[in-house]
Every structure is written in C-alpha cells, then in structure tokens.
C-alpha cells in the first residue's frame, strides 16, 4: 500500500485540481465572452474556491471531527477573499501594462494564480484549519 500523502500533499493535488478546473473556466470566460482577463480571473476563482472549502474540511486538512463548519467556512471565505484580492491586484497589474492575447492571457493568470495559491494556504493551514485548542 503507498503511503499516505502529507498535508501539504494532499494540498497541492487538490490546489493543482482545483487550479486547472480554474484555469479552464477563465479561459473560457476570456475567449467565448470576452471578459476582461481580471475578471474571468476573478468569476473562476470564486466559483471553484467555494467548492475547494468542501475539499479542504474533509480531505486536505482533514481531523477526526472534520465535518462542515460554520464558523470555518466563513474563515475560509475570508481566506478566500485575501487570496482573490492579490490574485486580482496581480492579475489588473499586468494587464494594465499589457492587455494580453489568449496565450498570454494564461501566463497572467498562472502568475495570479500562484501568488493567490500561497497566501490561500498559509491562511488555511494556519488561521482557517487549525485544530481547536
């Protein structure tokens, strides 16, 4: 039997999932609507993030008594609200110096996306996730 993934583990698989289902939705907002990049960016990032709270409570940072919390969702979407606003402030930066094509477009948000990625987690890990004390 292989061993068990780690915390951090099991944060990059379900990051890199919920990152290419993000990354699919906001090209899709880009190309078929013509969203503005930050704000393709910014519509993918809340949809999947939402459904990533589920992923977290109950695998990532998974305990005994794991099960859906109030309280932690809330924190989470604050969380959630942090890494937005520097995914975002990224995002509208690059493009205000460069309004980029499709290919482009994906490397904005891929920057975005992994400045977002760290301050996520390090709220998660450490503020939303915490075992009671």
Not at 20 to 39: H, K, N, Q, S, Y
Not at 93 to 111: H, K
Request: charged share 15%; glycine share 8%.
């Amino acid at each position: 039997m292989p061993p068990a993934v780690n915390q951090p583990g099991r944060y990059l698989i379900a990051a890199f999932g919920a990152f290419t289902l993000d990354l699919v939705l906001a090209m899709i907002l880009r190309e078929a609507l013509g969203l503005p990049v930050w704000l393709a960016a910014g519509i993918s990032f809340i949809v999947v993030g939402v459904g990533a709270y589920f992923v977290h409570e109950h695998w990532t940072f998974r305990r005994a008594e794991s099960r859906a919390s109030a309280g932690r969702f809330v924190r989470n979407m604050a969380a959630l609200a942090a890494a937005f606003t520097a995914r975002i402030g990224v995002i509208a930066a690059m493009e205000a110096i460069y309004d980029p094509e499709a290919l482009l477009a994906a490397v904005y948000i891929v920057i975005g996306a992994g400045v977002s990625l760290t301050v996520n987690f390090l709220l998660n890990r450490f503020w939303v996730f915490t075992p009671p004390k």
